[in-house]
């Protein structure tokens, strides 16, 4: 049994390998060839993962598969290996399933680019290094598949790297990345010196042996927190996200909003043992989620691009599963993950169809009513915002009510503000139905705003982009019955998780307030659509229209001015210095050297006047030399 | 006997007409002859001198016409050489004026 998941250890290679091919012989291939090659490098990774995932049934351990050993050190001595155990697996499904069907999707929706063998190549190494990531045993080789994504989000930030606003986005976001990763090697560094090893699954096993609160665990947490916070988008570092949104729509469905983006909520699962004996880190990781949460949902309701409103959705929803894990709810974090990939990557391929249907426009103020031309889009995109929004039997809800009660019961939050936690979730499921209710309303519903030039244009996706989407909307309604509340139901997800996971203790609700709960964020999810509802249909959004120029509203487009907090606190000093520099660059060093150079070539010509290359001349000022010479002799009476 | 210094000023006359047609001819030839002219001019000069000074007692005699036969023959080389430059560039050229050698500058 073993020997099958074992097999999975060869997943990232075959997509390495896909993305070597692409990379190497991708420009001599014929179009739709590099899109295929990419495909099928990740079925076959899915085909290893479903393997491994029926391998790993009755086994409550993971199997280990060491590879190399690629660093000695003095006493430390680290293979390159993979840990495959349920989590992993399960985040290995995520990646190469959502995946595929995003790398199909992209066949259709990169057809005819200049660079269509170099996205797939670059598709399908993001697909590697994420893979590597979530399948290491040890944090260094995390680390490596760590920064692999980063660079790979970078590159297709960038992708249509001619309009100079795509790479500084890409920049933007390798940056503020750093800042993160910076958190990650400083916990790294602290982790071998607390625990003399960096193997996840030892360091894992000596936790709980610690002395349970010490500042030392504290501070490993919150560092990895300041990793998370970076691969996550979560405050302080959210700033990166919604720039992202520059890059390919296929790419922001499966990199910024389904898989690498939940990089962090899988970091701090994994090292769940280390958070649960260190309630201080855990309910900061739980606040920094929950105000993410908030607050990208409130910036979400001001912004007019229809990938930006669905990138500040995603904070916003990777908000929700930070808080998760922060709780303890290790589970239920990758149970959202699970569930958003769906739904939020049908989001993200609807808005591709979309924008592929109008042209590139983006501004839903010129859109409206297109669900009437766009059938398949129209309906799949009607689930997944129905499915984000968390309402009843879809999806969203499931893993959305989940993430709520374990917020409100986790022991680890205790104390530490856990029942605000919760509250700050509610209003920010209300306002998360209202902006996504805003969102379909406003591109798919009501009167159409399509100028006439790109109505005539208007037109359903091929089937090549329209098949993704439908299993996508499939998936967006029954995964969510993978975690049936477990107080009534058999909760297939936690029980498949709860080995791989440390188990964190959580009250006991009274009888019956189990389901008060269910019906209080049911209430919330009515009132986030009512809201909108009233506000878009009925009124015809008169009362955004008229809080347009109020603080309120200029609030929410800026979100909250971190961006323009950040620019003056870090953007400005540096590039005050970089100015500094170049003005002593070009006004001192250039122009003095330049100044010599001129000086030079001014001499040089003074003295090519003398060589005129006219013999009688040169023979002139040889006379004329004689005869001073002559002259100097006679006067001074040198000769006597 | 002639006095020496009618000797100088003749051969001062010489170099003077020498370096006037060195500096005036564009004709290559008439540089060279010019060039000639002036050589001689110093010849003249060191002649009588010799002639002076071997009167006077002060320098062996001849020992001037000896130099002066010593130049007349290496100039007699030295114009094989230039006559074969110059037969050379009219080959080439068709022209033999100084003023269109002016190639060999910046």
């Known amino acids: 049994m073993n020997d099958v998941v074992q097999w999975a250890a060869l997943a990232p290679l075959l997509a390495l390998v896909g993305s070597l091919i692409n990379a190497f012989f991708g420009r001599s291939l014929k179009e739709p060839l590099p899109g295929i090659i990419a495909s099928l490098a990740v079925a076959a990774g899915f085909v290893l993962a479903v393997l491994a995932f029926f391998g790993l049934q009755g086994s409550d351990h993971g199997v280990q598969v060491t590879l190399w050993r690629y660093l000695t050190a003095g006493t430390l001595h680290l293979d390159a290996g993979f840990m495959i155990d349920r989590l992993s697996v399960t985040m290995m499904l995520i990646i190469t399933g959502v995946g595929l069907l995003i790398h199909i999707y992209s066949i259709g929706y990169m057809r005819g680019d200049d660079g269509n063998s170099r996205y797939f190549a670059e598709l399908n190494l993001f697909v590697a290094a994420m893979l590597v990531l979530v399948m290491a045993d040890s944090f260094p080789l995390m680390f490596i598949g760590w920064e692999g994504v980063g660079v790979c989000s970078y590159l297709l930030i960038g992708f249509w790297y001619r309009d100079r606003a795509n790479p500084d986005a890409g920049r933007k976001a390798f940056i503020v990345n750093r800042v993160g990763d910076v958190g990650f090697l400083l916990a790294m560094f602290l982790t071998f010196k607390t625990f003399g090893t960096l193997n996840i699954a030892a360091v894992n096993a000596a936790a709980p042996a610690m002395l349970y609160g010490s500042a030392t665990l504290t501070l490993i947490g919150l560092f990895y927190l300041l990793g998370a916070t970076g691969k996550s988008a979560q405050l302080p570092l959210q700033v990166w996200l919604p720039d992202a949104m520059a890059g390919p729509t296929p790419v922001s469905a499966l990199i910024h909003a389904a898989t690498m983006v939940t990089a962090g909520v899988y970091l701090i699962a994994r090292i769940g043992a280390v958070y649960a004996m260190a309630p201080g880190a855990a309910s900061t990781v739980a606040w920094v989620g929950a105000l993410t949460a908030f607050i990208a949902a409130f910036a979400a309701f001001a912004q007019t691009d229809i990938k930006k409103i669905l990138a500040y959705s995603t904070i916003s929803q990777v908000g929700y599963m930070i808080a998760a894990v922060g709780a303890g709810a290790y589970w239920v974090g990758i149970f959202h993950v699970l569930t958003h990939a769906f739904f939020k990557a049908l989001l993200f391929l609807t808005a591709g169809s979309v924008i592929h249907a109008m042209g590139g426009e983006q501004d839903i103020r010129k859109m409206g009513g297109l669900g009437r031309r766009m059938k398949i889009t129209g309906t799949t995109a009607l689930i997944a915002t129905l499915a984000i929004s968390g309402v009843p039997f879809l999806a969203g809800f499931f893993s959305k009510d989940a993430i709520l009660s374990g917020t409100l019961t986790s022991g680890l939050l205790a104390g530490n503000g856990g029942d605000v936690v919760y509250i700050l979730l509610l209003i920010t499921a209300a306002m998360t139905a209202a902006y996504m209710f805003r969102w379909y309303y406003g591109i798919f519903a009501g009167a159409s705003r399509v100028d006439k030039h790109a109505s005539e244009h208007l037109h359903e996706s091929p089937p090549v982009m329209t098949w993704p989407l439908g299993i996508l909307a499939v998936g967006s309604i029954v995964v969510g019955y993978l975690g049936l509340p477990e107080f009534a139901f058999p909760n297939l997800i936690q029980r498949w998780l709860e080995p791989a996971t440390q188990a964190v203790d959580f009250n006991q609700l009274a009888a019956g307030t189990d389901w008060l709960l269910v019906g209080l964020s049911i209430l919330m999810v009515a009132i986030g659509l009512g809201v909108g509802w009233w506000i878009y249909h009925v009124r015809k959004g008169a009362p955004v229209a008229a809080l347009k120029e109020s603080n309120l509203a200029g609030a929410s487009r800026g979100a909250l001015g971190f961006d323009a907090l950040y620019r003056i606190l870090f953007v400005a000093s540096g590039e005050g210095i970089a100015g500094g520099v170049a003005t002593l660059d070009r006004d001192v060093v250039d122009r003095g050297l330049a100044g010599g150079g001129a000086a030079v070539g001014l001499l040089g010509r003074l003295a090519t006047a003398l060589q005129s290359g006219f013999a009688r001349a040169y023979a002139f000022a040889m006379l004329l030399g004689v005869v001073a010479l002559v002259v100097v002799a006679a006067l001074t009476g040198v000769l006597k | ?106």
Request: proline fraction near 3%; charge should be neutral; hydrophobic fraction near 60%.
């Open chain 2, 1 to 106: 006997m002639v006095p020496t210094p009618y000797y100088i000023a003749l051969s001062a006359l010489l170099l003077t007409i020498g370096s006037v047609g060195v500096l005036t001819r564009r004709s290559a030839i008439m540089v060279f002859l010019s060039v000639e002219l002036m050589l001689n001019a110093a010849n003249l000069a060191i002649v009588a001198f010799a002639r002076q000074w071997s009167a006077s007692g002060i320098e062996p005699a001849l020992s001037g016409q000896a130099a002066v036969f010593i130049i007349l023959a290496i100039a007699a080389a030295e114009v094989a050489v230039g006559l074969g430059i110059l037969v050379s560039i009219f080959r080439h050229r068709v022209s033999t004026d100084v003023d269109e050698l002016s190639e060999v500058r910046l």
